[in-house]
């Protein structure tokens, strides 16, 4: 059974750091790429980052490249998603999902690869 629970969001001034988490099931956590999206009321959902399993192979949009980090905990089946030098527009809705595969691969930002998501943590960061 996939499952897949986020947590560690919160409100942060800009220019702050959250460290976001996503346990994941054993199976989930050692067989699929795992992608961080967001969302913002009346926009479409946005793939930010992802990480493959085993050597954990990580990609990024470049709206967060230098500033967000993929991370792994093997020993609690738990991705974390570190996030720093945020912005009011990291301000979002955040989900973890995993997608049909293992390979991330260059269509990782589409929603359509992913068939389990959490349920999403909060994101606000003010000016």
């Known amino acids: 059974q996939v499952q897949l629970v986020e947590s560690g969001g919160g409100s942060v001034q800009a220019g702050g750091s959250l460290r976001l988490s996503c346990a994941a099931s054993a199976y989930t956590y050692l067989t699929k790429c795992i992608t961080w999206f967001r969302q913002v009321p009346g926009r479409e959902r946005e793939g930010v980052a992802a990480?493959?399993?085993?050597?954990?192979?990580?990609y990024y949009a470049d709206s967060v490249e230098g500033r967000f980090t993929n991370t792994r905990d093997n020993a609690k089946n738990t991705l974390y998603l570190q996030m720093n030098t945020l912005k009011p527009e990291d301000t979002a809705m955040y989900y973890c999902?995993?997608?049909?595969?293992?390979?991330?691969?260059?269509?990782?930002?589409?929603?359509?690869?992913?068939?389990?998501w959490g349920q999403g943590t909060q994101v606000t960061v003010s000016s």
């Open positions: 999902a995993a997608k049909r595969g293992w390979f991330c691969g260059g269509d990782w930002p589409e929603e359509t690869q992913y068939n389990a």
């Open positions: 990480i493959e399993p085993g050597g954990g192979t990580t």
